[in-house]
């Protein structure tokens, strides 16, 4: 699994790419915590996600935390079929704003 992740002003864009799960989840989270500031919306690419497990989604939670926390938000960006199943089994779906792709995305 490889991530990206890009600063521009007040948004973090994140692309995640292949197994979004336990063995690097913590390394992502750290990552990702590392450049959030209290205001900063974090846009998450996942049109390259192809699994995500609990860990995974214990950080995109986590991210939205702290995101509203400081007064940002979240979106999810071009969620695969397979990995969407996962979002709707556990319901993480009900909280976070997913759109059908990156260009879609409005803060």
Not at 59 to 80: C, D, H, N, R
């Amino acid at each position: 699994m490889a991530h990206d992740i890009k600063k521009e002003g007040r948004l973090l864009t994140v692309a995640i790419d292949g197994r979004f799960v336990a063995s690097v989840a913590p390394g992502v989270r750290d990552d990702i915590m590392a450049q959030m500031a209290d205001g900063d919306n974090v846009l998450f690419d996942l049109s390259r996600m192809v699994h995500i497990d609990s860990s995974g989604l214990g950080v995109l939670v986590q991210v939205l935390q702290k995101a509203k926390a400081g007064g940002g938000k979240v979106i999810l960006a071009a969620l695969q079929p397979a990995p969407k199943i996962v979002f709707d089994i556990t319901k993480v779906s009900r909280v976070f704003e997913i759109v059908p792709t990156v260009a879609d995305a409005k803060f």
